[in-house]
């Protein structure tokens, strides 16, 4: 279990999160949803170790793998850039047919375009296993078949090696396919939290619920 106690973050006089109390079960698959500047990708880079947190304590037990907001590709083709975290070919065969690569496998990977080069990033960090897969923005650059190989992929792997997920989204699609708790945030702090359909029908707050009036669901 995550446990989150009076976590917070601060740049100078701005506090961009704000979380007293905060814990994520065992192999929960949790959508951190919220405007930009909400405070999304700030918890997920403290989780994942990129950032320090101002105060307050959390708690992860085991591995953790991380896929960033803005993708990037290494030199080489498609294959190597898998094989660079570490996996073996036929494993980065196998994740580049799922997520529908694998016709793209021996070129440059410098050479994709957005949405490839994301699902080429998520080839990359499925390939571990871990015990807390942190994904920020995962389908951002996807169209819509593309987004839906990615939450198809998300689900398996979790699935396979029963790990937590926490995943930052603007979509609707990914928050309610692919999520069993959905967490609204604004300016750092918790406008509502419970499983997505629960939430999208009784948002808690007026400012949750005229952000979830915003999303095209």
């Given at each position: 279990?995550?446990?989150?106690?009076?976590?917070?973050?601060?740049?100078?006089e701005?506090t961009?999160?704000?979380?007293p109390?905060?814990?994520?079960?065992?192999g929960?698959?949790?959508?951190?949803?919220?405007?930009?500047?909400?405070g999304k990708?700030?918890?997920?880079?403290?989780?994942?170790?990129?950032?320090?947190?101002?105060?307050?304590s959390?708690?992860?037990?085991?591995?953790?793998?991380?896929?960033p907001?803005?993708?990037y590709?290494?030199?080489?083709d498609?294959?190597?850039?898998?094989?660079?975290?570490g996996?073996?070919?036929?494993?980065?065969?196998?994740?580049l047919?799922?997520?529908?690569?694998?016709?793209?496998?021996d070129k440059?990977a410098?050479?994709?375009?957005?949405?490839?080069l994301?699902?080429?990033?998520?080839c990359r960090?499925?390939?571990?296993?871990?015990?807390?897969?942190?994904?920020?923005?995962p389908t951002?650059a996807?169209?819509?078949?593309?987004?839906?190989?990615?939450i198809?992929?998300?689900?398996?792997?979790?699935?396979?090696?029963?790990?937590?997920?926490?995943?930052?989204?603007?979509?609707?699609l990914?928050?309610?396919?692919?999520?069993?708790r959905?967490?609204?945030?604004?300016?750092?702090?918790?406008?509502?939290d419970g499983?997505?359909?629960?939430?999208?029908?009784?948002?808690?707050?007026?400012?949750a619920?005229s952000?979830?009036a915003?999303?095209?669901?």
């Amino acid at each position: 279990m995550i446990e989150i106690n009076n976590l917070k973050k601060r740049y100078g006089e701005r506090t961009v999160l704000d979380i007293p109390s905060l814990s994520i079960n065992d192999g929960e698959t949790l959508a951190l949803a919220g405007a930009n500047g909400s405070g999304k990708t700030t918890l997920l880079k403290i989780l994942g170790g990129t950032v320090k947190a101002s105060e307050g304590s959390f708690s992860i037990p085991g591995s953790i793998l991380y896929m960033p907001q803005n993708s990037y590709a290494f030199r080489g083709d498609l294959i190597r850039n898998i094989l660079i975290s570490g996996a073996d070919r036929s494993k980065a065969f196998e994740l580049l047919e799922k997520l529908e690569l694998s016709h793209l496998a021996d070129k440059k990977a410098k050479s994709l375009s957005g949405g490839e080069l994301q699902r080429l990033s998520l080839c990359r960090v499925l390939s571990g296993k871990c015990d807390l897969l942190l994904l920020d923005e995962p389908t951002s650059a996807c169209d819509a078949n593309g987004a839906e190989l990615v939450i198809k992929a998300i689900k398996d792997y979790q699935k396979s090696c029963g790990c937590t997920v926490i995943m930052s989204t603007h979509s609707p699609l990914l928050a309610l396919n692919a999520s069993d708790r959905l967490i609204i945030l604004n300016s750092g702090k918790i406008e509502a939290d419970g499983s997505p359909e629960e939430t999208l029908a009784n948002p808690g707050t007026q400012w949750a619920k005229s952000f979830i009036a915003g999303w095209k669901i």
